[in-house]
């Protein structure tokens, strides 16, 4: 019992101390480490098995939409990163530069890349002529470096984890009509997969990416009532294009620019989920993302026929589809169960001697901590149908904390009331101007989020000047 509860005391609580609870469950969880480079994680095994799993839904659904995946070098020369004006100053704080080779000073700086944009320009202009190469739908999963200041595990790291597709298309309609495409994909698979409801909705001109005509984002809403930027979607129209020469010839025998798009998600996700569905007892994991998705716990395990029991129950999980494991260890059931709670397990099964005599086991859900007593034979159904309530129920309880801790502000003075003493979402027209944007970041520490989809009308004059509004806005501090 000492082992269990200093496993569960390590942890600070997260009304006491966010952000070091957000650390607590990391570390303890053995989703990643620290490293000899600041900045920088290394993410264990436990971890990577969540990315594997993200990486490999969102890869399905992207191929079902004709994307195919490439790869492009870690290194951009200086002069190619140079060609577009706007895209290079966004990043220029953040390049980390490679300025020699062996002990040889290079001839030209090579960007460690942020992003591949100007990397796929340069490969795009080489192989698209005619309008039958058109369009060319590629992705690339591949790390990059940001040499960011303030670093958090899987939030903010100097070196990350992502996708990021690269689009070409003759027009822009088929442009626009990808990039809405592949925000909708990151949508369903935040809300199917990871049980994280978002807002869909287009950047500011002050929010977008640099380079881009416009840029569409998923906003999701973490437990301390923080906004998390969760996946984004690019038009580049055909800028990128004219800066790097990228044109086909049309059907009318003319010369056309391309236009093109770009879309990403990261290992960020992973921070997401822990700060949406995660509690004091540790990592609370959607089923569907779950590595594990149910551990059985064999009580009594010296008794005779107790690990037989177990292996057979892991077999009858398996064959029905389950990612099930036993946990064999000769730890005590109670550090076992507290350790399963700390990693996020969503169901565990305790069978021991005397269940084993009654033919039944032991259900536990890790997110209610609801029990259920289950035959032997109707263990499998009865699993797969609580994994599928558990998924259910996580989505409705992030949704429900979303809508409990999204306000709505009609002038200054409320937005400022809200904003200091009700963390959350705040919704509020704006007149499109870029100083009252300004002001509303410098006064409160707040930034648009997006523009949503699904429009308000809540009054008809912006929040912060009182001059007519354009659009609503869904406003909030973030990581």
């Known amino acids: 019992m000492a082992k269990e509860k200093k496993l569960v005391q390590a942890i600070t609580s997260m009304d006491e101390d966010f952000a070091q609870w957000y650390t607590d469950v990391v570390k303890k969880a053995e989703l990643c480490g620290y490293t000899s480079v600041k900045g920088c994680m290394a993410i264990k095994p436990a971890g990577y098995a969540i990315w594997e799993n993200i990486q490999h839904e969102l890869d399905r659904r992207f191929k079902e939409t004709g994307v195919e995946n490439v790869y492009m070098p870690i290194f951009i020369p200086e002069s190619l990163l140079d060609k577009e004006k706007d895209h290079v ?18 001839q030209e700086r090579l960007c460690v890349r942020p992003t591949s944009e100007t990397l796929f320009c340069d490969f795009y202009q080489k192989e698209i002529q005619s ?44 442009a626009e009509q990808r990039t809405i495409q592949m925000l909708n994909i990151y949508a369903d698979f935040c809300e199917e997969v990871l049980a994280i ?46 800066a790097f020469g990228i044109q086909y010839t049309d059907k009318d025998n003319t010369l056309k620019y391309v236009h093109q798009t770009s879309w990403g998600m990261t290992t960020r996700m992973i921070g997401a989920i822990i700060m949406v569905h995660g509690d004091n007892s540790g990592l609370v994991l959607p089923p569907r993302i779950a590595p594990v998705q149910t551990v059985i716990i064999p009580i009594q395990q010296c ?27 000769d730890k005590s059931p109670g550090f076992k169960f507290a350790e399963q709670e700390m990693r996020g397990i969503p169901l565990r099964v305790e069978c021991g001697p005397k269940d084993i005599e009654n033919g039944q086991a032991v259900l536990c859900r890790r997110d209610t901590r609801e029990k259920y007593t289950v035959s032997f034979e ?63 970041k410098e006064d409160f520490q707040a930034t648009s989020r997006c523009m949503p989809f699904e429009q308000e009308q809540l009054s008809d004059v912006c929040v912060c000047c009182g001059k007519p509004a354009k659009k609503m806005v869904y406003w909030g501090r973030a990581y």
Not at 225 to 242: E, V, W
Not at 419 to 424: R, Y
Request: glycine residues 8%; hydrophobic residues 35%; contains cysteine.
């Open 89 to 106: 100053e966004g990043f220029a704080p953040e390049v980390a530069w490679v300025t020699h080779g062996g002990l040889d000073p290079l």
């Open 131 to 174: 309008h039958r190469d058109l369009p060319k739908v590629y992705n690339q999963w591949c790390s990059v470096v940001r040499w960011e200041k303030t670093t958090r595990p899987f939030l903010r790291s100097r070196e990350f984890l992502w996708q990021e597709g690269h689009t070409a298309h003759a027009t822009a309609e088929e």
């Open 197 to 242: 409801p978002v807002i869909k909705g287009q950047k500011t001109d002050k929010e977008k990416f640099a380079g881009a005509e416009a840029t569409y984002t998923i906003e999701s809403l973490m437990h301390d009532g923080k906004a998390l930027q969760s996946g984004t979607s690019h038009n580049f129209g055909d800028g990128f294009a004219k």
């Open 303 to 329: 008794k005779e026929g107790v690990m037989e029991k177990a292996d057979e129950l892991l077999a009858a999980l398996k064959a029905a589809g389950i990612r099930a494991k036993v946990d064999a260890t």
């Open 378 to 440: 109707e263990l499998a159904d009865k699993v797969k149908e609580l994994l599928d309530t558990i998924q259910h129920d996580m989505l409705e309880r992030a949704r429900a904390h979303r809508e409990t801790h999204t306000y709505v502000a009609k002038n200054y003075e409320e937005f400022g009331e809200i904003i200091n003493s009700k963390p959350g979402f705040i919704k509020a027209m704006w007149c499109g101007d870029r100083a009252c944007e300004d002001k509303i």
